[in-house]
């Protein structure tokens, strides 16, 4: 069963309980967080504070994709906000182990994420730290993107290394994940589908929630 986590960028803020409380009932696994500092990527989203109203509006798992130039100064605050697991970026930490401790230490699970232009080769030596790995397949800043197709070779490469050494790292897609790629993104070895547009604005949430756990 693959695992799905509606992107809240996606959502219709003016309706924020609502749409948490609809992607509750049809029992999404997470809630996929995208944090951007208009630094490491060209848009702002929102903070520690909207990260604590979602907090209060459901008790599912949160993911927070931290898009931030210095992560590590915002981690305890995300925490505090109620965040479960914390994601940041190989391409502002490239000795990123330490902060995999960090995040640990705050009681939090870490993981770490490249971009569609970083080698996987360069995050696999990593991999053992952390307990998810997040393969960008879009440039993130914006939700709506185009999903570009390198990411299949990268998430097969990923899959191969977790396996042979026995860990235990889950993989995750982000970025124009749909209906039309996501069996591929499931047999090349993903865990977890990242869907924001794809999930908000569909028609039929239940069917595209039910379709993806089917896989
Ligand atoms: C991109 C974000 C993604 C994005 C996904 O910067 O990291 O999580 O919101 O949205 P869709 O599914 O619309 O590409
Ligand atoms: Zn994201």
Request: net charge negative; proline share 6%; with cysteine.
């Amino acid at each position: 069963m693959s695992k799905i986590a509606p992107s809240v960028l996606a959502a219709d803020f003016a309706r924020l309980e609502e749409e948490i409380k609809d992607a509750d009932r049809l029992g999404v696994d997470m809630f996929h967080l995208d944090i951007m500092d208009g630094h490491f990527v060209p848009n702002i989203s929102y903070g520690p504070g909207i990260v604590r109203t979602i907090n209060r509006i459901t008790d599912t798992f949160l993911d927070a994709h931290l898009m931030l130039s210095e992560p590590e100064k915002y981690f305890e605050a995300f925490v505090k906000s109620g965040a479960d697991l914390i994601t940041f970026h190989l391409e502002v930490h490239p000795d990123p182990e330490p902060y995999a401790a960090a995040l640990r230490d705050l009681g939090v699970q870490a993981g770490i994420s490249i971009n569609p232009d970083m080698p996987v080769e360069n995050v696999l030596p990593f991999l053992r730290h952390f307990d998810l790995l997040l393969l960008m397949s879009v440039f993130p800043g914006f939700g709506g993107q185009k999903f570009i197709e390198d990411v299949i070779p990268k998430i097969e490469a990923a899959r191969h290394h977790i396996d042979t050494n026995g860990l235990s790292t889950v993989i995750q897609v982000d970025g124009g994940v749909d209906g039309s790629n996501a069996a591929r993104c499931v047999e090349a070895g993903a865990d977890i589908l990242v869907m924001g547009t794809a999930f908000f604005r569909s028609p039929d949430r239940k069917a595209l929630t039910e379709s993806v756990h089917a896989l």
